[in-house]
């Protein structure tokens, strides 16, 4: 993959795609330092440890995923 950023359109449009841009785009995310970071920031602000932080970024990838696949998402 290349290192330029994804926009959001091609984000959105991957991960309603096939299997592979689907996994391409979820791991585009999961690997996301600043998106990493801000969560992480923010679960140790409200008490909690880096492995509560790494368990909610990866639940709010699938919640958002299926409400993308499922068009709940605009």
Avoid: C
Avoid at 42 to 58: A, P, Q, Y
């Amino acid at each position: 993959m290349s290192s330029k950023p994804l926009s959001d359109e091609v984000l959105l449009s991957m991960l309603n795609g096939n299997g592979e841009d689907q996994k391409k785009a979820l791991e585009v995310l999961y690997k996301d330092i600043l998106l990493r970071k801000k969560i992480l920031e923010h679960i140790r602000r409200k008490g909690g440890s880096v492995e509560d932080g790494k368990d909610v970024l990866h639940e709010t990838l699938i919640i958002f995923h299926n409400n993308i696949r499922n068009g709940q998402y605009r």
